[in-house]
């Protein structure tokens, strides 16, 4: 008996029970260890007892709690007590979306529409992580007081898939996807057919299959057609009514392709309710030139008409009826079959121009025939221009400092935070600098503004341990444990991160955990494609991945289609494996070579002389082309250009400037800057 007061895990004491599942209850708890409150959900003792249940429950919530987004109840931590198997979570205080549809019969358009980007955006966090929900209906959709909408019971969901059907399953039943009533593979799509479901309801006040047992409405999904939202009401518009369709097509193939789809089509559908944006591409309907055409709403019923089987089996048979005979229209079947050969016909020529391609049979390039020379480098593709490496700045406003740190960490930006005195509850994000929808370079700086109320939790990254609990204990905290993450650059033993994370307000005497490096996981690293990107950057994306920068060999050279500071080509090539500790270096642009104007004095010259003591060339080494650059005044020509060799140097230039002012010089070899640059002082000389 689970009672107020009772201690789980020598860690969480239990205060009040605040809710009841069909696989689980769920009490509030106060961490003694982080001083705060959480949600505890135990598992009941039917499924506790089942240890295969038990051991999928743990490894999937596992995997759930390294998700990290404002549209997911946060998971914190997953253990067992005496047989007792509980999941700690972020405590969300507010309402189920069921409780809230029950409450308001119906939710407004632009309400429900919020809520349903909301929930699809916490879908879309998952699926990214490769974790499907399977279990996503109303009751499981929390709405906190500050009206953000939270998605829970990713662990719990996805390890139940393996259970049969039963009677205390009914409510999961009116939100499952046709697939996984008949017992078969389940994914993405699954949860995005739920989510239609569930956004039926919010705008129809109601389910749109039900019945007296679980069998029937399984059946409903499987065999059965909803009523569109816009003829049940005329005040839903056209595009919602169009997208809770597309969400609930029977055929997985003729849904959302991702969460991200989806969630574009909601954002439209609040500027452009009445738009006929979109589409229900059938299978096979894409025409020779890739174009789709938008199925109308009426072409949408007879399909459905013509689709429809007649099962009559309970859903025990169907599940294990892996067969699909749906029966089509001759003529979209005569269409289908017409189609297939075409794309068939398509992929036997694109295979044909590939191999060609590979096997040089399309090669009609005139290059000289002495051109065999192999490269080392990547170059910078056209692509590289312009946004290349530019990511847009995300919203932390009123997220939480832990939430707004992973956005920003996520999108590979750099961030210092500040505090400031506020009403917000504490470590809320208040502003921040630049704000949301700016294009920053890759780990450029973000300014974070956030509540603070308390003591500040230290900067102990990259400390030792030993220092680390120093500077805690200094800042009135302390240390109650440790663990450990692998990490590519910080060394082994010393901190990645805290929980609660560095710069969060706590009260003084609070408790920290340090998380300490375990030192890289692999020994081996994919190597990032630098070209095109600021040096800087470069450098760091380098550095992040346990590589080094040979600076020895680090050039520089014109070039008239990569902007100057960018990457123009790199020692390894992008994509390949090589061991942690290995160096790389690059070329840096210097952009496009200045074309040198002409003199305006022809009976007076400026001349100057520079001599190069450092030899570019090494003994026995190939003559090369030596090319000398001026720039002075803000102007740039070539000043000197030949072929030269090791014996030419050292070596006195004498160069031709355009005043008397002083001027640089640059030595290239064969258009890769050497080496450092020379300061020339000129002359004036009369003809």
Same mark, same amino acid.
């Given at each position: 008996?689970?009672?107020?007061?009772?201690?789980?895990?020598?860690?969480?004491?239990?205060?009040?029970?605040?809710?009841?599942?069909?696989?689980?209850?769920?009490?509030?708890?106060?961490?003694?260890?982080?001083?705060?409150?959480?949600?505890?959900?135990?598992?009941?003792?039917?499924?506790?007892?089942?240890?295969?249940?038990?051991?999928?429950?743990?490894?999937?919530?596992?995997?759930?709690?390294?998700?990290?987004?404002?549209?997911?109840?946060?998971?914190?931590?997953?253990?067992?007590?005496?047989?007792?198997?509980?999941?700690?979570?972020?405590?969300?205080?507010?309402?189920?979306?069921?409780?809230?549809?029950?409450?308001?019969?119906?939710?407004?358009?632009?309400?429900?529409?919020?809520?349903?980007?909301?929930?699809?955006?916490?879908?879309?966090?998952?699926?990214?992580?490769?974790?499907?929900?399977?279990?996503?209906?109303?009751?499981?959709?929390?709405?906190?007081?500050?009206?953000?909408?939270?998605?829970?019971?990713?662990?719990?969901?996805?390890?139940?898939?393996?259970?049969?059907?039963?009677?205390?399953?009914?409510?999961?039943?009116?939100?499952?996807?046709?697939?996984?009533?008949?017992?078969?593979?389940?994914?993405?799509?699954?949860?995005?057919?739920?989510?239609?479901?569930?956004?039926?309801?919010?705008?129809?006040?109601?389910?749109?299959?039900?019945?007296?047992?679980?069998?029937?409405?399984?059946?409903?999904?499987?065999?059965?057609?909803?009523?569109?939202?816009?003829?049940?009401?005329?005040?839903?518009?056209?595009?919602?009514?169009?997208?809770?369709?597309?969400?609930?097509?029977?055929?997985?193939?003729?849904?959302?392709?991702?969460?991200?789809?989806?969630?574009?089509?909601?954002?439209?559908?609040?500027?452009?309710?009445?738009?006929?944006?979109?589409?229900?591409?059938?299978?096979?309907?894409?025409?020779?030139?890739?174009?789709?055409?938008?199925?109308?709403?009426?072409?949408?019923?007879?399909?459905?008409?013509?689709?429809?089987?007649?099962?009559?089996?309970?859903?025990?048979?169907?599940?294990?009826?892996?067969?699909?005979?749906?029966?089509?229209?001759?003529?979209?079947?005569?269409?289908?079959?017409?189609?297939?050969?075409?794309?068939?016909?398509?992929?036997?020529?694109?295979?044909?121009?590939?191999?060609?391609?590979?096997?040089?049979?399309?090669?009609?390039?005139?290059?000289?025939?002495?051109?065999?020379?192999?490269?080392?480098?990547?170059?910078?593709?056209?692509?590289?221009?312009?946004?290349?490496?530019?990511?847009?700045?995300?919203?932390?406003?009123?997220?939480?400092?832990?939430?707004?740190?992973?956005?920003?960490?996520?999108?590979?930006?750099?961030?210092?935070?500040?505090?400031?005195?506020?009403?917000?509850?504490?470590?809320?994000?208040?502003?921040?600098?630049?704000?949301?929808?700016?294009?920053?370079?890759?780990?450029?700086?973000?300014?974070?503004?956030?509540?603070?109320?308390?003591?500040?939790?230290?900067?102990?990254?990259?400390?030792?341990?030993?220092?680390?609990?120093?500077?805690?204990?200094?800042?009135?905290?302390?240390?109650?444990?440790?663990?450990?993450?692998?990490?590519?650059?910080?060394?082994?033993?010393?901190?990645?991160?805290?929980?609660? $994370?560095? %710069?969060?307000? @706590? /009260?003084? +005497? !609070?408790? =920290?955990?340090?998380?300490? #490096?375990?030192? *890289?996981?692999? &020994?081996?690293?994919?190597?990032?494609?630098?070209?095109?990107?600021?040096?800087?950057?470069?450098?760091?994306?380098?550095?992040?991945?346990?590589?080094?920068?040979?600076?020895?060999?680090?050039?520089?050279?014109?070039?008239?289609?990569?902007?100057?500071?960018?990457?123009?080509?790199?020692?390894? $090539?992008? %994509?390949?494996? @090589? /061991?942690? +500790? !290995?160096? =790389?270096?690059?070329?840096? #642009?210097?952009? *496009?070579?200045? &074309?040198?104007?002409?003199?305006?004095?022809?009976?007076?010259?400026?001349?100057?002389?520079?001599?190069?003591?450092?030899?570019?060339?090494?003994?026995?080494?190939?003559?090369?082309?030596?090319?000398?650059?001026?720039?002075?005044?803000?102007?740039?020509?070539?000043?000197?250009?030949?072929?030269?060799?090791?014996?030419?140097?050292?070596?006195?230039?004498?160069?031709?400037?355009?005043?008397?002012?002083?001027?640089?010089?640059?030595?290239?070899?064969?258009?890769?800057?050497?080496?450092?640059?020379?300061?020339?002082?000129?002359?004036?000389?009369?003809?």
């Amino acid at each position: 008996m689970i009672n107020p007061g009772m201690m789980i895990g020598e860690r969480y004491e239990i205060t009040e029970k605040v809710g009841s599942g069909g696989m689980a209850d769920v009490y509030k708890a106060k961490d003694h260890r982080l001083n705060r409150f959480v949600a505890i959900k135990i598992l009941k003792q039917e499924f506790s007892s089942d240890g295969k249940f038990v051991s999928k429950f743990k490894a999937e919530a596992q995997s759930v709690a390294g998700i990290s987004h404002p549209n997911i109840v946060n998971v914190y931590d997953v253990g067992e007590d005496n047989g007792l198997y509980f999941i700690v979570m972020e405590l969300v205080e507010g309402i189920t979306l069921k409780k809230f549809i029950e409450k308001k019969g119906k939710l407004d358009v632009g309400e429900a529409v919020g809520i349903s980007i909301q929930i699809a955006q916490g879908m879309k966090a998952a699926h990214d992580n490769h974790i499907i929900h399977r279990d996503i209906k109303p009751q499981n959709i929390i709405i906190s007081k500050e009206g953000k909408v939270k998605v829970t019971d990713f662990g719990i969901a996805k390890a139940a898939t393996s259970n049969t059907i039963t009677s205390n399953a009914m409510g999961s039943v009116h939100y499952i996807s046709p697939e996984q009533a008949r017992g078969g593979y389940s994914d993405e799509k699954s949860d995005i057919y739920s989510l239609g479901v569930s956004m039926y309801e919010m705008f129809s006040g109601g389910v749109p299959y039900e019945g007296d047992s679980t069998v029937t409405v399984a059946l409903s999904h499987i065999q059965d057609e909803a009523i569109m939202l816009d003829d049940l009401d005329e005040n839903i518009p056209h595009s919602v009514a169009m997208i809770v369709a597309k969400c609930m097509q029977k055929k997985t193939d003729m849904r959302y392709e991702n969460a991200a789809d989806l969630i574009h089509d909601l954002k439209r559908a609040l500027d452009e309710p009445d738009g006929n944006y979109v589409v229900i591409t059938l299978p096979g309907t894409k025409n020779v030139s890739g174009a789709t055409r938008t199925i109308t709403k009426d072409e949408m019923k007879e399909l459905k008409k013509a689709e429809r089987p007649e099962v009559k089996a309970p859903v025990e048979e169907v599940a294990d009826d892996d067969t699909d005979d749906d029966v089509l229209d001759p003529k979209l079947e005569r269409i289908i079959k017409i189609c297939s050969a075409i794309v068939a016909i398509i992929i036997l020529v694109v295979i044909i121009l590939l191999i060609g391609s590979v096997r040089g049979w399309w090669d009609f390039s005139s290059g000289s025939e002495d051109d065999t020379s192999e490269t080392t480098t990547t170059s910078a593709p056209a692509e590289t221009e312009g946004e290349s490496g530019k990511v847009e700045v995300p919203d932390l406003v009123g997220h939480t400092l832990q939430d707004a740190e992973k956005m920003l960490e996520d999108l590979n930006l750099n961030y210092q935070l500040k505090d400031e005195e506020s009403d917000e509850e504490a470590n809320t994000v208040i502003r921040q600098d630049p704000e949301a929808g700016e294009m920053l370079d890759e780990y450029e700086i973000v300014t974070v503004y956030y509540s603070a109320e308390g003591v500040t939790v230290p900067d102990v990254k990259g400390m030792t341990e030993t220092e680390a609990r120093t500077a805690i204990k200094e800042a009135g905290l302390t240390v109650s444990s440790t663990k450990t993450k692998n990490h590519d650059s910080i060394a082994e033993g010393n901190v990645v991160e805290t929980d609660p $994370v560095i %710069g969060s307000s @706590v /009260e003084e +005497g !609070s408790s =920290i955990i340090l998380v300490l #490096s375990a030192g *890289p996981k692999d &020994t081996t690293v994919v190597v990032p494609n630098l070209v095109g990107k600021k040096e800087d950057v470069a450098k760091q994306k380098v550095a992040d991945l346990g590589l080094v920068v040979d600076t020895t060999k680090v050039v520089k050279a014109y070039s008239s289609t990569v902007e100057a500071g960018k990457i123009i080509d790199q020692s390894q $090539v992008a %994509g390949s494996e @090589v /061991e942690k +500790g !290995s160096s =790389i270096y690059y070329t840096v #642009s210097l952009g *496009p070579e200045a &074309t040198p104007e002409p003199t305006d004095s022809p009976d007076v010259y400026y001349e100057g002389s520079f001599t190069v003591d450092t030899n570019p060339f090494v003994e026995g080494e190939d003559p090369a082309e030596i090319k000398v650059v001026l720039e002075q005044d803000g102007q740039t020509k070539t000043v000197y250009k030949g072929t030269l060799g090791f014996s030419d140097f050292p070596k006195t230039f004498t160069v031709e400037g355009w005043s008397e002012n002083n001027g640089t010089v640059t030595v290239c070899k064969n258009d890769v800057v050497m080496g450092a640059t020379y300061s020339v002082e000129f002359k004036a000389i009369e003809e």
